[in-house]
């Protein structure tokens, strides 16, 4: 199993003025401790499980840009893009960008969007739920066509190119990776069996029954369900003195019998480095062999 990081709150002692050497060293200390990924959140303004809107929220690809100076080995990625937020073909453009600088790092996380209250208060598009999902699958098609051959216009449902010119192209081969992020079981997980390499879905009780629909959606599309990475959102809370190590190791074998090949998620207070520093001695090499 892989484990991956999330850094979803940025109201850290200190204030913005410290912001930037902090998260550096964040970063820094994921990377050597062995984490696969180091994700961020693709949010405006803070969600209500972390903290009030108020609170600090750095828009998530700068950050992945700043991440990729500060890393050299953990793949780079939002957990995950909001649809509503960015013009595919510029978000096409910007993960491209982010893999030549980080050497071939980017992953494109994705999904559909749910936080209506940013993209109001921002004044940025959100369309009704079906719309969303039909920008999501145009935004998946742009991006394939434009981390091809050829610069041929697209025709989406919703989205129009002209000339689909990307250059320079992506140094990973055949494209970034694609991760889908969501549970519905009628048009995310059919997304991620026809254009995804992994999905991100949430521990529970109905785990198996979404994998075994993403299995269903594999057979229909033609696709070997054995090539998408599953991963689920699981938070990494070594406690004090790696007091929950024990029980972190039990969850996460659990999760991987049931066939999840990689946990990612935040990190109780991960500014402080410690926490980090413990999972990267006691849990990242002991669940290397689940």
Not at 17 to 25: K, N
Not at 49 to 72: D, I, K, N, R, W
Not at 86 to 91: A, M, N, S
Not at 184 to 203: D, H, I, M, S, W
Request: net charge negative; charged share 20%.
């Amino acid at each position: 199993m892989r484990l991956g990081v999330q850094i979803r709150d940025f109201t850290w002692s200190g204030g913005p003025a410290r912001l930037g050497p902090r998260l550096g060293r964040v970063a820094a200390e994921a990377d050597a401790a062995g984490f696969a990924y180091i994700s961020v959140a693709d949010h405006l303004f803070q969600v209500s499980s972390v903290g009030p809107p108020e609170g600090e929220m750095l828009e998530a690809y700068t950050t992945l840009g700043f991440l990729a100076a500060h890393t050299s080995r953990a793949k780079l990625m939002t957990l995950v893009t909001a649809v509503t937020h960015r013009h595919p073909g510029l978000l096409a453009k910007i993960v491209s960008t982010l893999d030549v600088l980080s050497g071939g790092r980017a992953v494109l996380g994705i999904g559909a969007g749910w936080n209506a209250e940013e993209n109001h208060g921002l004044g940025l598009p959100f369309p009704p739920v079906a719309e969303r999902f039909e920008r999501l699958e145009d935004t998946l098609r742009l991006c394939l066509r434009m981390w091809g051959e050829g610069e041929e216009p697209f025709e989406g449902t919703h989205v129009h190119a002209a000339r689909t010119l990307n250059s320079p192209q992506p140094l990973s081969r055949p494209h970034p990776p694609i991760m889908v992020g969501g549970m519905g079981e009628r048009k995310t997980l059919r997304l991620v069996a026809k254009y995804a390499q992994a999905c991100n879905l949430f521990p529970g009780p109905d785990l198996p029954r979404k994998l075994a629909v993403l299995r269903e959606h594999c057979e229909r599309e033609g696709r070997d369900y054995d090539t998408i990475e599953k991963s689920a959102y699981y938070v990494l809370d070594p406690g004090p003195d790696g007091r929950n190590v024990p029980r972190i190791l039990d969850e996460l074998g659990a999760l991987a019998e049931l066939g999840i090949e990689t946990a990612i998620g935040g990190v109780p207070g991960i500014e402080n480095l410690e926490p980090l520093a413990l999972l990267g001695e006691q849990v990242v090499p002991a669940v290397k062999g689940i």
